[in-house]
């Protein structure tokens, strides 16, 4: 049996921005529980030059969004990057799942040898085929963000765990 891009894109982005929201809960509960101000989570970075967590769940999701819509050929919808609390972050990722269910797995099989080009940094882009461009920049870049933003969670304090990651409400 072959893996066809629908099902190496949509359930595999689903469960981990699921999972991420499900981390995120537990974030807003640590909050609640140890009544801190929650922008000690939401601006914190791990090093100096790497992004606070909230950038690192705005750019999972657009790593999500735009990724489906590049390979799919349906335009991403633009999100304003405004989100500062718990709360719209969480309506951010809800946002993201509910616009790539959207997406018909039609338009994204066949999308193998389908030429993407992308943005790879300030003024620069990448062209890669549709799988090289899913398997090899669009998933890594997406588990990349969301393994950041719990590691963020985590070390302050947040009790998530490898579960929580890999199975979200599930576990």
């Not at 030059?49 to 999701?61: G, K, N, W, Y």
């Not at 990448?126 to 090289?132: A, E």
Request: overall charge neutral; hydrophobic content about 45%; glycine content about 6%.
């Amino acid at each position: 049996m072959t893996l066809s891009m629908s099902n190496a894109s949509l359930p595999v982005c689903t469960r981990m921005l699921s999972n991420l929201s499900h981390i995120l809960a537990k974030a807003e509960q640590f909050v609640e529980a140890k009544k801190i101000d929650p922008t000690a989570l939401t601006t914190y970075r791990l090093a100096p030059d790497m992004f606070p967590f909230t950038r690192q769940v705005l750019i999972a999701c657009d790593a999500v969004k735009n990724g489906v819509a590049r390979l799919s050929g349906v335009e991403a919808p633009k999100f304003d990057d405004t989100e500062t609390t718990l709360a719209q972050l969480q309506e951010r990722i809800q946002k993201t799942l509910a616009f790539i269910a959207t997406v018909p797995a039609a338009a994204l099989d066949g999308t193998e040898a389908k030429d993407i080009t992308f943005p790879a940094g300030p003024g620069k882009t990448r062209t890669l085929k549709g799988q090289d461009y899913l398997m090899g920049w669009m998933l890594p870049n997406m588990y990349f963000h969301i393994t950041t933003a719990y590691t963020i969670l985590r070390h302050n304090g947040v009790e998530v765990g490898k579960v929580d990651y890999l199975m979200g409400a599930q576990a």
